[in-house]
């Protein structure tokens, strides 16, 4: 970072790097742990609701199917767990301009909406197979404490780290505009 960019700038810049990047683990394990069991649950409640196609499986297809879904579930949260880790690693870009112009995606892919959207491979196999899709309606259909971080700390924590990046962006351009350009150096020319 250029000189004379204000310390309690980047003492709040540091602080809220260090919030988000807490939160973001907590959201990141819960997706981890528990967001396959809550998608198989529901399609276990999806299967279930159905007792005439379910009836008309053998155990080895149900099994099959069982495993076919658990598969995707487990894919699907484990590429979004993957994304998360990226982005998370993100944060720590000392170029301030560029992490600037990542906010908006990045606030983006933390969403109830984003996270819930893993259960669109298990959907379309319950559906192939003639069973309703199903559907998670909010963070605690997963977990509580998931809910708790998505909604309402990681929301605080990455609107202040959001304003302190901006503000560090803006300082940055300013202090690199007013910077003087060194003269070029003469060569020696030696005959």
């Known amino acids: ?91 720590g870009n000392e170029d301030m301009v560029e992490l600037e112009q990542d906010l908006e995606g990045i606030g983006q892919l933390f969403k109830w909406s984003r996270i819930a959207s893993v259960a669109g491979p298990v959907n379309e196999i319950l559906e192939e197979k003639g069973f309703p899709p199903i559907e998670l309606s909010g963070p605690a259909d997963v977990a509580d404490n998931l809910a708790v971080e998505l909604e309402e700390k990681w929301q605080g924590a990455f609107s202040r780290f959001s304003d302190a990046v901006t503000l560090l962006a803006q300082e940055n351009r300013k202090a690199e505009s007013s910077e003087p350009v060194p003269a070029k150096k003469r060569k020696n020319k030696r005959k």
């Open 1 to 91: 970072m250029p000189d004379g960019i204000d310390p309690a700038l980047t003492k709040t810049l540091v602080e809220a790097e260090g919030d988000v990047a807490r939160h973001g683990v907590v959201i990141l394990r819960t997706i981890e742990t528990e967001l396959v069991p809550a998608i198989m649950a529901e399609a276990r409640d999806s299967i279930e609701s159905s007792p005439r196609k379910l009836s008309k499986l053998s155990e080895e297809e149900l099994d099959d199917l069982v495993d076919s879904l658990r598969k995707a579930a487990t894919k699907a949260a484990k590429d979004l767990r993957k994304l998360y880790t990226r982005v998370l690693t993100k944060l």
